[in-house]
């Protein structure tokens, strides 16, 4: 809507506190949740572990193991196609635990430093 020459949103009075309460659950998501350091160092930590899955999955190609765990090919490249992509899922983060390899020792140091 156009009033005195800027374009407003429009809404109904009844509306106001909804719209209010909205926005400032959003906020307060941002401040508490999205944005809180702890989840920030985590975020960066589990990073970490994915490349050094990635560095595991790019030494051993040929290691059958692997290959049956985490897939053919890098991570990073399933990015690329729809169909690997969905692939992937939070399980990663179980599997990278729970599979003793010797190959991924340094991404399940990380994940267990998550884990204290």
């Not at 909804?18 to 350091?37: D, E, F, G, I, S």
């Not at 030494?59 to 990015?79: I, Q």
């Amino acid at each position: 809507l156009k009033w005195k020459g800027r374009y407003e949103i429009c809404f109904k009075d009844k509306e106001a506190f909804h719209l209010h309460n909205l926005y400032r659950m959003r906020h307060v998501l941002h401040t508490k949740a999205y944005q809180h350091p702890v989840k920030n160092a985590i975020e960066i930590m589990f990073s970490e572990a994915l490349e050094e899955l990635e560095k595991a999955l790019d030494d051993c190609p040929n290691d059958p193991y692997l290959t049956l765990v985490f897939g053919e090919g890098n991570l990073s490249g399933k990015v690329d196609n729809v169909h690997e992509f969905l692939s992937l899922t939070d399980d990663i983060y179980r599997k990278i635990l729970s599979y003793p390899l010797p190959a991924i020792s340094n991404a399940r140091a990380i994940i267990e430093k998550i884990e204290r």
